[in-house]
């Protein structure tokens, strides 16, 4: 007999954030649940201070 997943109980267990990468900007886990960036591949927390990390860091200071 076949399972009907509409049938089956829901799991109610708080989900674990799961890690997505690292954040170029502050070094720190990007998990999914975090507002997040992704940069030709490059995760950056949707994040003032690490958005501005990250551009220091690939862009070039000029002035
Ligand atoms: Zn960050």
């Known amino acids: 007999m076949l399972d009907n997943p509409i049938l089956k109980p829901l799991p109610f267990e708080p989900q674990e954030p799961v890690e997505l990468?690292?954040?170029?900007?502050c070094g720190n886990e990007v998990?999914?649940?975090?507002?997040c960036i992704?940069?030709?591949?490059?995760?950056?927390?949707?994040?003032?201070?690490?958005?501005?990390?990250?551009m220091r860091e690939i862009g070039d200071k000029v002035g």
């Open 31 to 35: 998990y999914d649940i975090d507002e």
């Open 38 to 54: 992704d940069y030709d591949g490059d995760l950056i927390h949707d994040d003032v201070f690490c958005l501005a990390s990250y």
């Open 21 to 25: 990468g690292q954040c170029c900007g």
